[in-house]
């Protein structure tokens, strides 16, 4: 079984993301835009269905209004969803062809709805879709597991309740951190060589990146940590000063008083000093999605397409 070489795979990352910047910033700015662009019109409606929420969570709720304010938010969260998947299956399949050596050259704009890009979208949807079922479930075990053993604890103790609740929070504090153990391996090894695998073999396939990555879990786990936790450290330096820039001084936190009508009309006024801010200072915010999307798509792309080589000589068949 072949192993990915960690310092290698994170040495030809930070490479491809930095030493091809240019050409991989023209792979994603358009998707970033228009993310932006969503989130631009998307977020006054979000600010009209929360304040309208509000006066139904204070005092009496009104259940009819909760049912349509939380029915709004579903659709936008959905289609916000959908927009996301897309564009990352867009931005992806452009940096990883660079990445593999099969798109050279720089280009202003990458856009491609042809069957490479529907096949990657397809692929995203289809993994989510998959991680969810198997995140329900993880939860579906844990839950028959803390019944039978509640209930064989409850027997043997005689339903003593204070000898029941530190075994009650130990089980559960146990079953939450193997859930999220189990999920992490599953996508891990289901994600990590998913999207050079469709690209270089030219196929929906979802058994050969799990198969690829099997016997390096931990080396994927450590090639993530040595691309992403230096990349975040220095985007968080230099996006919270910009943010904080752009948005100071600081607004007083709206005070939800008990006035549903007054409560509405503070997160009115929140949410519209908000959009006014980042009006007046785009050149400060804009700037660095658009960077961070950049390095930190082109990280991944560029260490998952150096594993995928070093794993890979030939195509399967």
């Given amino acids: 079984m072949n192993k990915i070489p960690v310092f290698a795979t994170i040495g030809d990352a930070y490479r491809f993301a930095f030493a091809r910047f240019l050409g991989n910033l023209g792979v994603v700015w358009l998707p970033v835009v228009l993310i932006m662009l969503g989130a631009w019109y998307l977020i006054p409606l979000y600010a009209t269905t929360l304040s309208a929420m509000v006066p139904a969570t204070a005092g009496k709720p009104d259940p009819a209004l909760v049912f349509a304010a939380a029915q709004n938010l579903y ?72 019944l039978i053993t509640g209930g064989t604890a409850a027997l043997s103790l005689g339903g003593d309740k204070a000898a029941l609740a530190p075994l009650a929070v130990a089980g559960a504090a146990i079953g939450v951190i193997a859930i999220l153990c189990a999920f992490f391996y599953i996508a891990v090894r289901l994600t990590f060589l998913l999207t050079p695998v469709i690209v270089a073999e030219e196929r929906f ?73 980042a009006r007046a200072h785009w050149y400060m915010i804009v700037p660095v999605p658009l960077v961070s999307t950049a390095l930190l798509y082109g990280v991944a792309a560029g260490a998952a397409a150096s594993a995928y080589r070093g794993l890979v000589t030939e195509p399967a068949a």
């Avoid at 998947?85 to 931005?91: P, V, W």
Wanted: proline share 6%.
């Fill in 75 to 146: 659709r936008f969260a959905i289609l916000s969803w959908i927009g996301i998947i897309l564009l990352r299956a867009e931005m992806m399949l452009g940096l990883t062809r660079r990445a593999l050596g099969l798109a050279t050259g720089q280009s202003f704009v990458f856009v491609s709805l042809g069957k490479p890009f529907w096949r990657m979208a397809g692929a995203y949807f289809a993994v989510m879709i998959i991680l969810s079922a198997v995140e329900v479930v993880l939860i579906m075990v844990f839950v028959i597991i803390a």
């Fill in 205 to 277: 396939d979802l058994i050969r990146p799990w198969r690829l990555a099997g016997g390096n879990f931990w080396r994927i786990f450590a090639i993530g940590i040595g691309i992403f936790l230096p990349l975040f450290v220095l985007i968080a330096a230099v996006s919270i000063p910009a943010y904080l820039g752009a948005m100071w001084p600081l607004p007083h936190l709206p005070h939800l008083s008990d006035d549903p009508q007054q409560a509405a009309h503070s997160v009115d006024a929140l949410f519209a000093w908000l959009i006014e801010r």
